[in-house]
């Protein structure tokens, strides 16, 4: 019915003087939900949503809960709509009536820590499994045990008092009865190689044939999923049975690998698959995420029977946590609940969660040792620097070359290579875990010297062979961690660090005994037969400086250090040496190791950092408006479908004559017209997204999501610590209220790695963010 030409006018006068008085409070340009409206009607805000009965009676509807987003791999998620999803869903369960409602929101919680504590335990016996089974592999390169087969050296040789001889363990050529040493050391040699060798390929093998994201260490992957990356098909139950057998496989062949890093992606699986038991952690990303924080933590915690260091792991470098204290508190949880487990097992038959004891004979240190000290996290920063270079060229290498088409055959050329050059040098043949258990020590006359280490008189050779295993570890690592296998980077980092921290305290050692007098040595004894410098701490502070240096971490770095060692009387120098390692790795580039493949392979993660622009604004980073594809109201089902088939965009902002309406994403949109398109005649029909045109156009206002705006000419600092800290997916730019450009969380994470010369090197279609 035609409206009076009197009510027209009142409308007009009510919305010149609406405009007037609310345009400093609500100015068009930066409202973040605005509906154009009829000539004469008075603007459409979202607050005059809040409290309509209409949209509150269809957020609670059936077909509300129909149109959640569903995600699929290479998805960023909708915190916003997954946060209000959640609270939607706790208000359900507190508003029930009788005694469903008081038993529900606790029986909520009980589903929370199941999962929370079955995780740990899980996770706390796998990892004490995986030692033992990588203890026992490990050994099998050496020899075997005359008691069985299965019995490990740790096993074999655990009644065997410190200092004497285990007669029960044999190497191969000694077992199999062959006299002449010459044919011993044949029969070893090739018993190691060929043992390195099938290991190495069954690894490859089973990650190739049935697992490929089973490869790698998986925290670069983890910290994006934390982050909001849709990636679930690198935790299924398939991806954690080869990780964890493989793991076993590849850290036993002798590459230089670890099985830390990797822990921590076998603990997120584990939790995953404890989360499909029930639907409410299934399909809600931010409680999934919350769970998979602290089964990260967990990891950490078993990894390095660090519980503590674990928490802290997960504050600093994966960024899991959030600020959140609920969040944390369940991530220290885990990690205890699964140290516990742990120390249950008891793999290494020491009783204790400390697995490289440290025996200093001096609980105090000398001022004097920090001038070698600070000369380590010197030494640190610049090689944890080049490993990190040479890695990142060793991968983009093997992208681009024919090693890429053949990954089974690079694995076990690579084991072959390792075990032969290993095999020449005693400190390179033994498993680095036993290496650096041995180089932290001290040297004690009711100990077995290891390989000659406390031989005075052989301090020149030692150093040298010591300088020579951890430059060659260095060229070990940087290939070999890349690789079609599960390879983590803690352990050789801290074995390359240990040798080079050890050399040093001997060459210390050795100058204070051909000067025990000098003025450098005035805090010693003059007397050098009485022990004033242990080098096998110098080792410890080599190996945090190597590992501050290769990760970048800090206060967790320092941490699992003295939980690692026992070493908590010299903390202060560890914290020391990490803060100078990282300042001089950091002027070589400010990109840890994981930061780096997190670049590589393109993930939509964006670093904890304040961002600082050069002046830019937001319009020098924005997609314009004329690459946008945009939706126009009015459109027929049968445009929008071949749209739809066209563009493979997460979604798509919807326009009227230019002005901006809000933002539909693709799944709601595709899952809403396809109905409607079978229906007889129903793709000429026409789409309102701001209500039906008429009786015969289809409704789409309900799938119109808010769409956040800005002015273009804002700081791009501003949109940057935006996206970071309110984890939005875009943001649109409008001029009153007409849209002007888009930009995506793609957009800024190309932003802040551009900077980065090999970005997306090895990045997959299913990385890239569709917006």
Not at 106 to 121: M, Y
Not at 295 to 302: D, E, F, L, P, T
Request: glycine residues 8%.
């Amino acid at each position: 019915m035609p409206r009076s030409d009197s009510a027209s006018s009142r409308d007009n006068l009510w919305q010149e003087d609406w405009d007037n008085e609310n345009r400093s409070t609500h100015p068009r340009s930066t409202t973040y939900f605005e509906r154009p409206s009829e000539p004469g009607e008075r603007p459409y805000y979202a607050e005059d949503y809040e409290l309509s009965p209409d949209l509150e009676e269809w957020s609670r509807s059936a077909h509300r809960h129909r149109l959640r987003p569903h995600y699929r791999d290479g998805d960023t998620i909708d915190w916003w709509h997954e946060d209000a999803s959640e609270r939607e869903r706790w208000k359900g369960l507190v508003s029930q009536h009788g005694f469903r409602g008081l038993i529900a929101p606790f029986i909520d919680v009980i589903k929370l820590w199941f999962v929370i504590i079955f995780t740990g335990i899980c996770v706390g016996l796998a990892g004490g499994s995986l030692d033992i089974l990588v203890i026992w592999l490990s050994g099998l390169r050496e020899g075997r045990c005359a008691r069985g087969f299965l019995w490990s050296q740790v096993e074999c040789c655990a009644g065997v008092e410190s200092g004497q001889v285990c007669h029960d363990w044999q190497a191969w050529g000694k077992y199999l009865g062959i006299g002449s040493i010459m044919g011993q050391s044949l029969i070893h040699s090739f018993a190691y190689i060929l043992l390195s060798m099938a290991f190495a390929a069954s690894a490859a093998i089973l990650v190739v044939s049935y697992a490929p994201y089973a490869f790698h260490t998986g925290i670069p992957e983890i910290k994006a999923i934390l982050g909001g990356y849709v990636f679930d098909s690198f935790l299924s139950s398939w991806t954690l049975l080869i990780k964890a057998l493989g793991l076993a496989l590849s850290v036993s062949s002798g590459l230089s690998l670890g099985k830390e890093g990797p822990l921590v992606h076998v603990s997120c699986c584990m939790s995953f698959l404890f989360m499909k038991l029930f639907s409410q952690f299934h399909r809600n990303e931010t409680q999934k995420r919350k769970i998979l924080a602290a089964a990260a933590a967990a990891g950490v915690s078993v990894a390095f029977g660090s519980p503590l260091g674990g928490v802290l792991f997960g504050l600093e470098e994966l960024d899991a946590f959030g600020g959140d204290f609920d969040v944390m508190w369940r991530g220290f949880v885990t990690s205890v609940i699964a140290a516990v487990a742990l120390q249950y097992v008891d793999p290494f038959r020491t009783s204790k969660l400390v697995l490289f004891q440290v025996t200093s004979g001096s609980d105090t240190w000398l001022a004097f040792e920090l001038i070698p000290w600070l000369c380590l996290a010197v030494i640190g920063g610049v090689l944890g620097s080049f490993l990190i270079k040479l890695n990142i060229a060793a991968a983009v290498y093997r992208r681009n070359s024919i090693l890429h088409q053949w990954p089974i055959l690079e694995v076990t050329g690579a084991a072959t290579v390792t075990a032969v050059l290993s095999y020449l040098v005693v400190f390179l043949r033994v498993p680095s875990s036993d290496l650096v258990a041995n180089l932290f020590q001290e040297c004690d006359p009711q100990r077995i010297d290891f390989h000659g280490l406390c031989n005075p008189t052989a301090m020149w050779e030692n150093v040298f062979l010591l300088v020579l295993t951890g430059l060659v570890k260095i060229g070990f690592t940087a290939w070999s961690f890349g690789m079609m296998i599960p390879a983590g980077i803690f352990l050789p980092t801290i074995a390359i660090g240990a040798a080079l921290g050890r050399a040093v305290g001997l060459l210390t050692q050795g100058l204070y005994r051909a000067y025990p007098k000098a003025w450098f040595f005035s805090a010693c004894p003059p007397d050098p037969t009485v022990r004033c410098i242990y080098p096998g701490f110098y080792a410890v502070i080599g190996a945090s400086s190597m590992l501050a240096g290769v990760t970048r971490m800090t206060v967790s770095l320092v941490v699992i250090v003295f939980e690692l060692t026992g070493a908590l009387s010299h903390v202060l120098p560890i914290m020391i040496s990490v803060m100078v390692s990282k300042w001089i790795a950091d002027a070589f580039g400010p990109d840890g190791i994981y930061t780096s493949w997190i670049a590589l392979r393109r993930y939509p993660w964006l670093p904890p950092f304040e961002f600082r622009d050069n002046g830019e604004i937001a319009g020098d980073a924005m997609t314009p408006l004329s690459n946008l594809i945009v939706l126009q109201d009015g459109s027929s089902l049968r445009e929008l479908q071949r749209l739809l088939e066209t563009w493979d965009y997460h979604g798509f902002p919807v326009v009227q004559d230019g002005i901006l309406l809000g933002y539909v994403v693709r799944e709601k949109l595709k899952s809403f017209i396809e109905p409607l398109l079978s229906e007889s005649g129903g793709a000429t029909r026409i789409c309102g997204f701001r209500g039906p045109h008429d009786s015969d156009s289809a409704d789409l206002s309900p799938l119109l999501e808010d769409a956040m705006q800005l002015r273009k000419e804002v700081p791009l600092e501003l949109v940057v610590n935006m996206f970071r800290k309110m984890n939005l997916r875009h943001i649109m730019f409008s001029q009153a209220g007409t849209l002007t450009g888009m930009i995506t969380k793609t957009d800024i994470v190309a932003l802040s790695t551009a900077n980065f010369a090999h970005r997306g090197a090895l990045a997959e279609e299913r990385t890239i963010e569709r917006t």
